[in-house]
């Protein structure tokens, strides 16, 4: 730092501190100044880059021209520090703590359960908080809009939504409660039972909103910007940061410095400096500038402060609209409808018109309606002031516009519309919010009074190339004609040919892209021709008008057993009780592995990865890097002192890779520096030579042509399958392919390696399901024994089966570092890295052939799973094995043969991920049947039916079980969802609408629990009673945000006798409970409950004298009579589980404990011009025995179906032909958002079960419900099949996982889709692999 000039002092206030940072540097963000600098770590790092609102604070500013305070969210990951100057912050520790007071903003999303893993809550706090500082009673869509930047992976939005419903006025209307008849209709709710039903949460047990206890605007900053601005400058190690406060002073700088970008939201030059590595030495930041916030009015429209945010430039058209008549506003309120959907809150709030429009997205949102709006620019340099029209000719390439680079945007001219003028956005994005669009457009038509001959039209689309383009051969056609099906007919067939994009063009979805502009200019002339009509300009019968999507969240039902009367009040068993740590997760305190402070002398260690997916390594130089200030070390295999491998299922994996890499993202040498900005400097001044190796093998195909696999490959039949199909009525073969998912857990791999300094003892502390695993990894690696390394897991921030294997090769890594520097190293990977190095979901492919009789009776299946396994073993033939046990689903197929394969390819290791290959070999089962559904023309719920287990049952692995429960689940099922009345309404509706379609599906399931390698079903606990008669439970188990502790506080509860207040968890550490287990196959409460029952249940008996002795005595008196009496008030507990095994030779066995059961009934709309849906409805039954916690358990399926449908309709990983992954952040990758939840969502736990195979008659949950998630693709599916029905398209046909709207769309087959000629396979390199 000694080097850095001297600049400015910066000014701002972080929860009512004031804080002055002397060398505030410009590459800082605020969040990692919040994090590591004030040491607030309750905003959470997600991605870095705007797309997760992990990060997510509150800004507040006062305006000296209007006097006014505004309050907004923001993305603190995006706000650059230097930004801050003048301006409050909020984070989630400033509104609330357990120490003073809990914020009821924190208090209601805790206790509406809406906090699992706790990762995602204090931005969602944040979002929330901002929302109410403006709006203190809000709308079910003002929530919705607030939380739609705001991704959490846990709980399915749900809970969190109906935590801030209760802020809402309309929260007290018996609607919010579930009732099917609303008190304002003055109708009685009459089929409900006099007795109210058990809730998860009291909505009367809340705090109520006191809008006037919340921190005020420091005066101190109102002082500071009432007096006269001066120029600000601050000086970082690399880059310089001007502030100018005048318009002369910045036109001067431009000038001076014309290649130096002005950073106003910095939502675009923040990612590319951090995404792309580029360097900008000086950077001018005109937000003081007041001329670019200036808004005036002109008799013909408005002019708009180019540095106005998007959310400022929404309310001023929001203002303007009502004053003027109908007609004037036609462009503004399409940029209102198009700037409702770009981006998020939080996005919106900071960038800024003049931003977008110089940053010229090829997909932005607003350059087309700014164009065919005829809006122009005002922009300002050194030469003078000029008016640019923003037409096609003003953006020039990707990222590039006609401006000078010195060249200034102040303001943005927005005309009225005329008379006669209609204007309308449009916009298809692969989720509905928080999206960049695939396409997007601006369409303008202007008539001839009372005609329909067209005098005027313009039309411009995003997303269709490398700029905003004009599609102005289309308007030709269209010009001086009359609006109706001739013109546009002819103008669809100009407009394919004017966009044509080539088939390899980047982004890929060439097909759908070409067949949205048609089905979008299709959309437009029926909105037109609407107007027309309504106008009385046109007489003629019009076709049906398109409406938008449904959007509405209805409150839904969570049905569960209340405990019996008898049940003791301490006794927590059976209850709703909220997550231990939601309220601490909710106000920031709860501490994760990157949340712990800075050791002395700690390390940041960043991986250094192959950029090749198939290659020698001829050369690695790494003393450049070593040159660079602040790098400590570079770690390479040959600094391994231990074993340089990991083993799995057989196979060897090099930690570090030091002669061959095979894919992109092998980690091959660790960089280690003083800071994470000078690790990352370092890595990326590492070079790597390679040399290349022929024949990389990408996709399931290729791995199969040259028999590239991994070991064991499975089979597993009964009956004959081959003789039976000599004798059924039809076969059919078909096939699916199901893509792979990414984890995204919020917190990404985590981990700090401390040596204690003496006898080689190493503390780990990570975020892992498997604390013995990384004790064992680590210790391997050193070549020390166990006994030295104590390996601690606080929370986990999310798993999902992603923080078993990958984890450790980790850890073994950054041990090896820790080791050699003798100093804590500390590896948190950022998103992209996360995202490219760990894998995910195998993608799979399946195969299949069924044979069965006219009725529907299906008699022969033979199957075939094929799992894209990547470079590394890792757990792969594991994954595959779960694909062939799990195939007879729900299905007694008397003949029944399938295969699994783990295909070795050159794409990064795919690992363990809730559900273990069951969601994919399911949904490749259930595919099977809906093809024979659609060969025999009935509905797909009645060949299920018909052929499900009935009575005492066995399985293709001679295992016999009853499947009573799930029938009852799938006759509840059906009843609850009202089936059959809604499917007739959907064929109804369907018959009723061309466009849109409505689809139902009911898919059951059956899960089996615990591992099938049955050592791996034990569990010990270790239970410590204190002489005030506190406990304190230590178990295997680790808390991922499935609520484990908590269960685990409640079956000490009802053991011992005492309220779960008593009871404390710290963490799960090596040392107090060893050899433990993965916290994984849905059954973390099975083994850790038993364990901590034994434990608690002996210290229960030891307790018994002095019980007896003092009957009326209080616990805590007991505890320290024990002590007196010398009685160990600690004790150990051990699980011995069920020895499951699976004879693979003899076909037979017994590899799982007992079955979960599920049933889920989804429908879903279908836009079939876009393949853009909108699940209506979800009704879920589960068979979960007594549930230890129904709140808990809701949340675990309710969590599980959404990422399901995440799985199954949204989430796409995309290769290059090359293998390298193009998703590498939520900006490209999907997971669903607040806009994809059900509207209705009701989750029926079965009541009346039992389970004698687990803790209180429960049964585990973590994994099951993630396959109900097909019932939306399956519900997809339905509705594509009526879209293809109306174009004469009848029988199966193919859709691949995820139903994306492209593929939904493209399946549907309209007359647009149609058109769209397909290119033809291997004429050409497409842009992404089908891996
Ligand atoms: C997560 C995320 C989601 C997004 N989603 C969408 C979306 O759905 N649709 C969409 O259209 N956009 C979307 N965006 C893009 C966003 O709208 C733009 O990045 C933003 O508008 C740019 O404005 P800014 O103020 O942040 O620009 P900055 O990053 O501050 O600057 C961007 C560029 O503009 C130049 N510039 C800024 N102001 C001026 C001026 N007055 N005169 C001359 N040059 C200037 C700068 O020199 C710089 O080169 C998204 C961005 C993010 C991060
Ligand atoms: S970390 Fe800031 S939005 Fe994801
Ligand atoms: S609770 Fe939302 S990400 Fe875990």
Known sequence: ???????????????????????????????????????????????????????????????????????????????????????????????????????????????????????????????????????????????????????????????????????????????????????????KNGNEPEQEKPQLFDKLDLLPLDPTQELIFPPELILMADTSPQTLTFHGERVTWVSPVSLEELIQLKAKHPKAPLVMGNTNIGPDMKFKGILHPLIISPTRVKELFEVSQTPQGVWVGAGCSLSELHSVLEKLVPQFPEEKTEVFRALNRQLGNLGSVQIRNVASLGGNIVSAYPNSDLNPILAVGNCKVSVISSGGRREVPLNQDFFVGFGKVILQPEEIVVSVFIPFSRKGEFVQALRHAPRKEASFATVTAGMRVMFSESSRVVQDVSIYYGGMGPTTVSAAKTCQAIIRRSWDDETLGQAYDILLEELALPPSAPGGKVEFRRSLTLSLLFKFYLEVLHKLKAM??????????????????????????????????????????????????????????????KIEGELFLVVVTSSRAHAKITGLDVSEALQLPGVVDVITTKDIPGKKVRTFCDYNEELLEESEVSCIGQMICAVVADTKAHAKRGAAAVKISYEDLPDPIFTIEEAVEKSSYFEPRRLLQRGDVTEAFKTVDKVYEGEIRIGGQEHFYMETQSMLVVPVGEEMEFNVYISTQWPTLIQDAVAETLNISSNRVTCHVKRVGGAFGGKVTRTSVLASITSVAAWKTNRAVRCVLERGEDMVITGGRHPTLGKYKV????????????????????????????????????????????????????????????????????????????????????????????????????????????????????????????????????????????????????????????????????????????????????????????????????????????????????????????????????????????????????????????????????????????????????????????????????????????????YTYGVSCSEVELDCLTGDYRTLRTDIVVDIGKSVNPSVDVGQIEGAFTQGLGLYTLEELKFSPFGLLYTRGPSQYKIPAVCDMPLQLNIYLLPDSENPYAIYSSKGIGEPALFLGSSVFFAIKDAVAAARSDSGLKGPFSLNSPATPERACLASASPFTQKVPASKPGSFKPWALDI
């Open 1 to 187: 730092m000694s080097a850095v000039k001297q600049g400015d002092a910066l000014c701002f206030f972080i929860n009512g501190k004031k804080v002055t940072e002397n060398h505030a540097d410009p590459e800082t963000m605020l969040l990692p100044f919040l994090r590591e600098k004030v040491k607030l770590t309750g905003t959470k790092y997600g991605c870095g880059g705007g797309g997760c609102g992990a990060c997510t604070v509150m800004v507040s500013r006062y305006q000296p021209a209007t006097k006014t305070i505004i309050h907004y969210s923001a993305n603190a990951c995006l706000l650059p520090l230097c930004q801050l100057h003048g301006a409050a912050v909020t984070t989630v520790e400033g509104i609330g703590s357990t120490k003073t007071r809990i914020h009821p903003v924190q208090e209601r999303i805790a206790k509406a359960h809406g906090s699992q893993c706790g990762f995602c809550t204090p931005g969602m706090v944040m979002s929330t908080y901002a929302l109410l500082r403006n709006k203190p009673q809000p709308t079910m869509d003002d929530i919705t809009e607030a939380l739609a930047g705001n991704l959490c992976r846990c709980t399915g939005y749900r809970p969190i939504v109906e935590g801030c419903r209760t802020f809402c006025q309309e929260a007290n209307c018996c609607q919010a409660n579930g009732a099917a008849n609303c008190c304002l209709n003055g109708e």
């Open 536 to 597: 009385n300009v046109i007489t003629d019968e019009v076709p049906e008008k398109i409406q938008p999507l449904p959007r509405e969240i209805q409150p839904g039902l969570q049905e569960f057993q209340p405990v019996s009367k008898d049940q003791g009040n301490h006794d927590a068993v059976g209850r709703p009780m909220m997550h231990r740590s939601a309220i601490s997760q909710a106000t920031g305190e709860a501490v994760y592995c990157d949340d712990l402070p």
């Open 851 to 1154: 044979g069965f009789m006219n009725d529907g009776k299906i008699v022969a299946a033979d199957i075939q799973f094929f799992a894209n396994s990547g470079n590394t073993v890792d757990e792969s033939p594991l994954v595959a094995e779960k694909m062939v046990l799990h195939m007879d689903n729900a299905y007694n197929i008397p003949n029944l043969r399938g295969r699994g394969a783990a295909c070795k390819t050159n794409l990064p290791s795919n690992t363990a991920f809730r559900g273990f290959g069951v969601p994919q070999g399911l949904l490749i089962v259930e595919n099977m049947i809906n093809d024979v559904a659609m060969v025999l023309g009935c509905p797909a719920d009645k060949i299920r039916e018909m052929n499900m287990y009935r009575g005492p049952s066995t399985t293709h692995y001679k295992f016999e079980f009853n499947p009573e429960n799930l029938l009852r689940c799938w006759e509840e099922c059906k009843r609850r969802a009202d089936y059959s009345a809604r499917r007739a309404a959907i064929e109804q509706f369907n018959q009723q609408n061309r466009w849109k379609k409505r689809g139902i599906s009911i898919i059951p399931i059956k899960y089996g629990i615990a591992f099938s390698d049955g050592f791996l079903n034990q569990a010990a606990a270790l239970v410590h009673i204190y002489k005030d008669g506190s406990v304190l439970v230590s178990h295997g188990g680790t808390e991922l945000g499935q609520g484990v502790h908590t269960k685990m506080q409640q079956v000490a509860s009802r053991e011992l006798h005492i309220p779960p207040s008593k009871i404390y968890i710290s963490e799960t550490s090596t040392n107090t409970v060893p050899n433990t287990c993965p916290s994984a196959a849905s059954f973390g409460t099975d083994a850790n409950g038993m364990a901590v029952k034994d434990a608690c249940q002996i210290l229960y008996q030891r307790l018994e004298p002095i019980r007896k002795k003092n009957p009326k005595g209080t616990w805590e008196s007991w505890a320290k009579e024990a002590f007196m009496e010398k009685i160990s008030l600690s004790a150990t507990g051990f699980y011995k589980g069920p020895d499951l095994y699976l004879d693979w030779d003899k076909m037979e066995g017994q590899p799982y404990a007992y």
